[in-house]
């Protein structure tokens, strides 16, 4: 059974920035692929940002592109979401998943709000 547990969520002006965790117990982190999802209240689940099994290959929303970096560890079984000139617009419960061969698994998310 594979547990995702996100942290680092927090209050920040806008401008200001913000790395998430996501951590991973009872799994092989490797075999992963690893993305964060965000939902604010009445919107949509938005896909956010993707990252690749040994991190070479990254995608990002254009919402967060040039703004936000996905990153992950392996070794510490974490993957990251660094967080730069946060805007008011970011505000939302971010998730972080994994998607293996044969099921996908959420965290439970940690909130990040945006405001001055």
């Known amino acids: 059974q594979v547990q995702l547990v996100e942290s680092g969520g927090g209050l920040v002006q806008p401008g200001g920035s913000l790395r998430l965790s996501c951590a991973a117990s009872?799994?092989?982190?490797?075999?992963?692929?690893m993305s964060w999802h965000r939902q604010a209240p009445g919107k949509e689940r938005e896909l956010v940002a993707t990252?690749?099994?040994?991190?070479?290959?990254?995608n990002y929303a254009d919402s967060v592109k040039g703004r936000f970096t996905i990153s992950r560890d392996n070794a510490k079984n974490t993957m990251y979401l660094q967080m730069n000139n946060l805007k008011p617009e970011d505000t939302a419960g971010y998730y972080c998943?994994?998607?293996?061969?044969?099921?996908?698994?959420w965290g439970q998310g940690t909130q990040v709000t945006v405001s001055s």
């Open positions: 009872g799994t092989t982190f490797s075999v992963y692929s």
């Open positions: 998943k994994a998607d293996g061969p044969r099921r996908s698994y």
């Open positions: 990252i690749s099994r040994a991190g070479g290959s990254t």
